[in-house]
């Protein structure tokens, strides 16, 4: 199983030989999970069933789904007049409209209003509910290969992203030990100017320069950066919730690679950190399409 995208879009029809029962669904991002049904009444007593389903097999996601019934082709809505209704609807009004000296007038088309026609739905019932489930299950099936398609196409252009990355992370990590050096050759050509113009206690001086190298010293940093990268590159491969998981991992990274920033002010470092955290906002961006 691969990591799914939120956004997609499936849909199936079924057919007997009364009626079509067709079933869209679109689905887009969400930090949790909203299933929202439109279909006919006659249907709606099925729509918590559907919902679990639709619920045990996705996670994350806001879901939209349209049920529609027709009648099949060779079906038409004048079969399904219903001939009592109509006669008693005649009698009644040409009694009302004798009555009050009205002349009536009727258009035919006006006996096609669901009034007037035989209660299909509910008389079939068990044959719309097969429809509907049968329509149901190959939509979701082609919603899901639909969410996994735009999942693989994501998790590529993460990976291109992350490749970036790595690629002005390499420029730190060139730099690191540089940067340390040249801090320290700078304070002690510092210290040397101040030697002839005040006392300096050398231990205690030391002390000073030692916790400041510690302070700027960006190696803690690079290390738990290499980790994060690791669990990154793994959870790329995997499947489970990967986007709540994608979002804390480039939070620490981004954590790590704004320290980095903060201490350095050599140019190269600042110049690749820039570029780190502009990969990282892309990857954000990405990641909060994934299921």
Known sequence: MTAQSMTGFGQAATQSENFIVSVEMKSVNNRFKDIRFKMPSTLNAHELELKK???DI???????????????E??????DLDTKKVSQFIQKVTALTKAEGVTPTLSMTDLLRSEFLIDQDDANQEELSEL??????GAIGELKKSREAEGEKLIKVLEKHLDNYKEHFKTVEKNAEHFKTNVEEK???RVDEYKALIAVDQGRLLQEVIFYLEKIDIHEEINRIHSHLEKF???????NDVGRQIDFILQELGRETNTIGSKSSMKEISDSVVQMKLQLEKMREQGLNIE
């Open 53 to 55: 389903e639709m619920t």
């Open 58 to 72: 996705f996670s994350r996601g806001s879901f939209d789904v349209y049920v529609n019934i027709k009648r099949a």
């Open 74 to 79: 060779n079906k038409n809505r004048f079969d």
């Open 132 to 137: 509907l489930f049968k329509s149901f299950k």
């Open 187 to 189: 304070l002690k050509k």
């Open 233 to 239: 590159q793994n959870l790329l491969k995997s499947s």
